[in-house]
């Protein structure tokens, strides 16, 4: 086949792999292991190309550590518990289980044709009973390790589809799905004690060496280590002799200007048992989501008690004692003192009341002045401060803080401490498609665990989606059974966990994923760590975050060994892979959005068939809503699985977005077929040696097998890539001799291998390649053959490249002065007279002053 098919080579390597079983990983003492997994995808039924671009860069990392001697595992899984599974039966009158797994097999028939070294024996979804049981063995053990607690919290309620909402499901104060106005409600719940580790989660990040220095920021950020006051304001006439109040800002006490309590603070409670008007307001106060941007966001309400309290360092001075709605229970005390000064959103609220606002520092070298916002300068920035605990100071906010603590303590106010943003993980929710909690509630016993050998807990499958709630509420017999402790009867939990639990430990499952144990130890213990973890920016906090305390919880249960308690090693978070938005509008003037594929693109401009023009907005996220999504089956059918590999590769650093456009996916597949055409032209060649042809050629080609490794080990696929094409065209332009040649065009496919793994094989194969290119051990570059005996010096006239020289790597500096005096350009523009300057840089560049 003198012509490059993609469709028939690649179904064809595809094949072979597979028959030949080398993906599957087995463990082994004769090679160092190596560990490569991306975060797995859930099961929406359709991947598109922003998956190929992740799992591509995956691929090329598990293919070029099997060519360099390592054991490889490569798996793949997928996250299919949630909300959207659930929705589709809502709407559909389906099941989730049916549509989860149906999506399952689209997206795995997607999957396969892309040439993907995935080991697929160890393919396994979160919602199999397998996975999932094992998930409810670990819970029981993180009971026993004291890991895991019950308690009321107050939660995101939607009241139509009678389900706590996670954070990001309350939009604008609604719940995402029925619109209805979200209430803040107290719920009995279950939690992880994911803040007992704070410290050890904080303190660890330091090790994380090849982590993004962003992503432990954020990591750092969220966990939120800070030091403060806490102290107590004596109430002066009221239903409770103090309120406790935590400060991370005491060095603005003298700017108080009120006290806020949240309206679930027990003695907003207390007043609103006893008081119409305070449980009308708490009533109010508790609608709206409880995520820090709906609190920002949202109107500040408050209610002024009438009770009021006293300055610390002042008894003339009184605060009033508000119920505030942005003030929640679960930082702090939910208590504070506002210094609307220095706090914006205290200074919205002092100003809707009429409070006072009372700097107590200014900008350094500014006097005193009236406010018309807050002010808030970084803690690190040195400030003046007006109304502080050390006179008339100029002082860093940390130092200010610092100063104000030591003044309070030595004063009997209050004493420093230590506190973390990172709250404790609440993990129930009240639906049906997630894994049953396993615990048995019995009115002689109380909670009980379930007993072991009765897991898993199965969802049951004869549930309907007709009526809102949880249909595990209203299931006739699936609550019904046996207290494990004393067998009377009882009843099942039937909150399910949060899906994040699913995919806090899914990479130490891979290592043993059908055991009927969570894990196996020996398993775990040569497989994990992950070596290298690649996924997306959106994932830097909590997916990780939860998934370093899972593995700290396995290590203390026995299911992971010491080392894994940063499961880790590595991690690369990749950009988004982008495509232009085509729009038109219908007769309401609303927008319609069209498919990249029923648009014909002409001189800039985009058409429909129908001859309409459409409205281009280029470079946008790929999103569903507005079918700007790129279907990689129909690039593999139009183009190759190769061709979408290495464009998604070529053109951007892998942690930027990359524009995806059918002219670069034709340029790529064009290069692939020119690649063929050269190994199928060698094929048939038999040219004489040419020595110093074949030495040029062979000297380029440890160059670029030294450049193209470099650049896969740094995750500069894009750089790799251009020097292959550059290593291309010198192969195709050589006068070399058939052997030299034939080498060089092996060692190509060879270093195209983990990109175009399809074409590399059938080149290969033609060149007379021992075996598969897959298992072929990596070239390696000789050393002496990446020095150059000669370079070649660009030489400037007055600035401007006029001409170049070709002379020994070793050459005197005053040879090469020789040399460039007598070149035509330079005579030339002397015309007979001599040079003002000439500069020699070895190695670099001439540059000649006339």
């Known amino acids: 086949m003198t012509r490059y098919s993609a469709g028939e080579i690649e179904a064809k390597w595809q094949a072979a792999w597979e028959q030949a079983g080398i993906f599957k990983a087995v463990r082994s003492d004769d090679k160092p292991k190596y560990y490569v997994l991306e975060m797995f995808p859930y099961p929406s039924g359709r991947i598109h190309i922003g998956h190929v671009r992740n799992y591509t860069m995956g691929d090329v990392i598990a293919r070029y550590k099997m060519a360099t001697g390592h054991n490889v595992l490569h798996p793949m899984g997928f996250d299919a518990f949630g909300m959207p599974a659930e929705n589709a039966a809502m709407a559909s009158g389906g099941h989730p289980k049916e549509w989860t797994y149906n999506n399952i097999d689209t997206m795995v028939g ?16 979160t919602c199999d009973p397998e996975y999932y049981g094992q998930q409810q063995s670990m819970f029981i053990d993180f009971i026993e390790k004291g890991l895991v607690y019950r308690k009321n919290a107050v939660v995101n309620w939607d009241p139509v589809d009678m389900t706590v909402l996670a954070n990001e499901q309350v939009i604008d104060g609604k719940g995402w799905r029925s619109g209805a106005d979200v209430e803040r409600r107290e719920l009995t719940q279950w939690f992880f004690k994911i803040s007992d580790f704070s410290e050890e989660l904080l303190d660890a990040l330091d090790g994380l060496d090849d982590w993004p220095a962003k992503v432990k920021l954020m990591q750092a950020n969220w966990i939120g280590k800070s030091r403060g006051l806490q102290f107590a304001f004596s109430v002066i006439d009221g239903p409770t002799d103090r309120i406790e109040v935590y400060t991370t800002r005491p060095d603005t006490l003298m700017g108080a200007s009120f006290v806020g309590i949240s309206p679930d603070h027990p003695l907003a ?116 401060y007006v109304r502080g605990f050390a006179g008339d100071e100029v002082q860093t906010g940390d130092e200010g803080v610092n100063t104000a603590v030591d003044f309070c303590e030595a004063n009997g106010v209050g004493q420093g401490v230590t506190k973390f943003r990172l709250r404790d993980w609440g993990l129930s929710r009240q639906r049906y498609w997630g894994c049953p909690i396993p615990v048995v509630h019995c009115d002689t016993c109380g909670v009980v665990p379930e007993k072991k050998e009765n897991l898993p807990i199965r969802l049951p499958d004869d ?77 830097a906090i909590l997916h990780l975050l939860y998934s370093r305390f899972f593995a700290r919880a396995m290590h203390l249960c026995g299911h992971l060994p010491e080392k894994s308690k940063e499961p880790f090693n590595a991690l690369f978070t990749q950009g988004m892979v982008t495509h232009a938005i085509y729009q038109t509008r219908d007769e309401n003037d609303r927008p319609v959005y069209h498919y990249p594929e029923e648009v014909e693109l002409r001189d800039g401009k985009g058409f429909l068939k129908d001859g309409r023009e459409v409205t281009i907005i280029p470079s946008a996220k790929m999103s569903k809503s507005k079918n700007n999504v790129v279907d990689p089956v129909q690039i593999i059918q139009q183009y190759g699985a190769d061709t979408a590999r290495w464009f998604v590769l070529s053109d951007s650093p892998p942690e930027r977005d990359v524009e995806w456009t059918a002219a670069g996916a034709e340029a790529a597949a064009k290069h692939l077929a020119r690649v063929y055409r ?173």
């Not at 017999?477 to 949060?498: I, K, N, V």
């Not at 430990?505 to 196996?520: E, G, I, S």
């Not at 005996?789 to 170049?804: F, S, Y």
């Open 110 to 125: 997607q999957m396969k044709p892309l040439g993907f070294a995935l080991d697929w024996t160890r393919m396994f979804a």
């Open 678 to 850: 050269i190994a199928a032209d060698l094929a048939e060649a038999n040219d004489a040696p040419n020595a110093a042809e074949d030495d040029a050629l062979l000297r380029a080609m440890h160059k670029c097998i030294h450049e193209v490794t470099q650049g896969i080990e740094s995750f500069g696929f894009n750089a790799s890539i251009a020097k292959l094409y550059g290593f291309t065209n010198t192969l195709a332009k050589s006068k070399a001799g058939t052997m030299a040649k034939v080498l060089a065009a092996r060692t190509l496919a060879q270093l195209m291998s983990p990109m175009t793994p399809h074409l590399s094989e059938s080149v290969w194969e033609m060149l007379g390649g021992e075996g598969l290119i897959a298992t072929a051990d990596w070239p390696q570059a000789d050393e002496a053959m990446l020095v150059d005996d000669t370079v070649t010096l660009p030489i400037q006239i007055n600035g401007k490249r006029r001409a170049e020289i070709s002379v020994p790597a070793d050459m005197p500096k005053e040879e090469v002065e020789k040399l460039v005096l007598a070149h035509d350009a330079v005579v030339k523009a002397l015309d007979g007279g001599q040079p003002k300057k000439l500069i020699v840089v070895p190695g670099r560049i001439v540059n000649v002053v006339v």
């Open 463 to 539: 549930v309907t989606f007709d009526v809102p709630g949880n249909p595990l509420d209203r299931h006739p017999t699936w609550r019904q059974c046996a207290c494990p402790s004393c067998g009377a009867d009882a009843l099942r939990e039937t909150d399910t966990m949060d899906t994040f639990v699913d995919s806090s430990w899914y990479f130490a499952r891979f290592t043993a994923p059908r055991a009927d144990t969570p894990t196996v130890l020996e398993d775990a213990d040569y497989w994990m760590n992950v070596d290298q973890y690649i996924g997306g920016i959106e994932h």
């Open 269 to 384: 409670k207390q007043l609103e048992r006893e008081r119409e008007d305070v449980a009308a307001f708490c009533a109010e106060a508790r609608k709206g989501g409880t995520t820090a941007e709906a609190i920002e966001t949202a109107e500040k309400l408050g209610f002024d008690t009438g009770i009021r309290v006293r300055h610390p360092f002042d008894t003339s001075w009184e605060l009033p004692v508000y119920i505030a709605n942005f003030i929640l229970m679960d930082y702090g005390t939910g208590a504070i003192f506002g210094c609307p000064a220095h706090d914006q959103r205290d200074f919205e609220f002092a100003t809707k009341y009429d409070l006072p606002i009372t700097p107590v520092f200014v900008a350094e070298g500014a006097e005193e002045a009236a406010l018309t916002e807050a002010y808030v300068p970084l803690k690190t920035e040195k400030v003046r």
